[in-house]
Each structure stands twice: as structure tokens, then as C-alpha cells.
Nanobody, 114 residues
Framework: QVRLVESGGGLVQPGGSLRLSCAAS????????MSWYRQAPGKEREYVAS????????NYADSVKGRFTISRDNAKNTVYLQMNSLKPDDTAVYYC???????WGQGTQVTVSS
């Protein structure tokens, strides 16, 4: 049974940082691209970042480039999203996704507000 469990969300002031984690199980984690997406209220879910199994290829949406960093630890079956210089526009539910049959996690709320 595939499980993706996100954690690390919360309330942070503009300019602050958060680190999201996504713990995976039920598939061979190191073989698959992992991605982060987000969905703000009233908006469609949008791509944030992705990383290949070997971590050799990493991509970001233009809106987060230079502020967010995706990484993974294959020994821990976990993918991370380090978010710095957060803005109110980054407020959303953040989801991780595996390329293994396109499973999604349940999401974690990130709110950027003063």
C-alpha cells in the first residue's frame, strides 16, 4: 500500500522559512521522481518542484526558483522542500506526489501572514 505523508507546514511570517517533509512507503522510493505541488484557495493545483531518484535532475517553477530547494534522502524514503523568503502568495496546501502511479499525499497547510 502506497503512502505519502507530508509534514512541516504551519503559520510563518513573510520572509520566514519552513521545511516540509514527505515520508513515503509502499514502493521503491529511489526509483521514482518525486514532486511538490501546491493549491491555494480558489485556485488550481500548481507544480512547485521535482527531483529525480538520483537527485541529478531538479526543476522548479519560476515562482519559487531561488527561494525553495527540493531534496531527498533515499535511505529515509523522504523528500523535502526547504522554503525560504516566504511570501503571502506562497500560502497554500502543499502536496507531494510520486511518479509511481501518480499517488498523492494528503497535503500540509502553509500559511504566510503577519
Amino acid at each position: 500500500q502506497v503512502r505519502l505523508v507530508e509534514s512541516g507546514g504551519g503559520l510563518v511570517q513573510p520572509g520566514g522559512s519552513l521545511r516540509l517533509s514527505c515520508a513515503a512507503s509502499g514502493f521503491t522510493f529511489s526509483n521514482y521522481v518525486m514532486s511538490w505541488y501546491r493549491q491555494a484557495p480558489g485556485k488550481e493545483r500548481e507544480y512547485v518542484a521535482s527531483i529525480t531518484g538520483s537527485s541529478l535532475n531538479i526543476n522548479y517553477a519560476d515562482s519559487v526558483k531561488g527561494r525553495f530547494t527540493i531534496s531527498r534522502d533515499n535511505a529515509k524514503n523522504t523528500v523535502y522542500l526547504q522554503m525560504n523568503s516566504l511570501k503571502p502568495d506562497d500560502t497554500a496546501v502543499y502536496y507531494c506526489k510520486t511518479a509511481y502511479n501518480s499517488y498523492w499525499g494528503q497535503g500540509t497547510q502553509v500559511t504566510v501572514s503577519s
